[in-house]
């Protein structure tokens, strides 16, 4: 079955950095893009960007495309998100997803269990 | 980019009765090439991730039950919950996915009356 397993949390301070990963297994992982949501404490879900394993493609919310970045590793069938100049603002669970189809780009299909992110000083 | 309106915010309703909830996209989410409106639902439990109940607007995912139905097209969309049950109590995203930046609504917390 579809599993997509994410690292614990982290607690980071202000301008420093964060590197999310997100293991995948029971699937073909290089033939499905994953996408990164995050959501703030008590917030919506706000989408940060997507990533095709296959070809490495990325697109980036303009909100992040400055402090993230996101590839893969398919000898490992693993995602990564990198976030940069972390911000208070950015304390959330960061979720990793994986497309539903080889061709349905962007509906998150299955989700890992999150990360929980906190940053302060 | 496509800003996502759901309606109401929040809303309570008797067990066995219905649920509505509105979605709103600021530009039209239908595909005239495919026909297909890029429009898909998810439902969140506390301390859950979101899971996909629907997509295309109207597609049930695999193991959703059938008293969740999704309908619209263009720019106005709607998840009907026929017969609300206990375990339905989340909040409940739509998301539109035609075009980068994918974007969320708002979210509607769905309770029991």
């Known amino acids: 079955q579809v599993q997509l397993v994410q690292s614990g949390t982290e607690v980071k301070k202000p301008g420093a950095s964060v590197k999310v990963t997100c293991k995948a297994s029971?699937?073909?992982?290089?033939?499905?893009?994953i996408s990164w949501v995050r959501q703030a404490p008590g917030q919506g879900l706000e989408y940060m960007g997507w990533?095709?394993?296959?070809?490495?493609?990325?697109d980036y919310a303009q909100k992040v495309q400055d402090r993230v970045t996101m590839t893969t590793d398919t000898s490992t069938s693993t995602a990564y998100m990198e976030v940069r100049s972390l911000k208070s603002d950015d304390t959330a669970v960061y979720y990793c997803?994986?497309?539903?189809?080889?061709?349905?780009?962007?509906?998150?299909?299955?989700w890992g269990q999150g990360t929980l992110l906190i940053v302060s000083s | 980019d496509i800003v996502m309106t759901q309606s109401p915010d929040s809303l309570a309703v008797s067990l066995g009765e219905r649920a509505t909830i509105n979605c709103k996209s600021s530009q039209s989410v239908l595909y005239n090439s495919n026909n297909k409106n890029y429009l898909a639902w998810y439902q969140q439990k506390p301390g859950q991730p979101p899971k996909l109940l629907i997509y295309?607007?109207?597609t049930r995912e695999s193991g959703v039950p059938d008293r969740f139905g999704g309908s619209g097209s263009g720019t106005d969309f709607t998840l009907t919950i026929s017969s609300l049950q206990a375990e339905d109590v989340a909040v409940y995203y739509c998301?539109?996915?035609?075009?980068?930046?994918?974007?969320f609504g708002g979210g509607t917390k769905v309770d029991i009356k």
């Open positions: 997803a994986r497309d539903l189809g080889t061709v349905t780009k962007g509906i998150a299909g299955y």
């Open positions: 990533i095709s394993a296959k070809n490495g493609n990325t």
């Open positions: 295309w607007a109207s």
């Open positions: 029971g699937y073909t992982f290089s033939s499905y893009g």
């Open positions: 998301q539109q996915y035609s075009t980068t930046p994918l974007t």
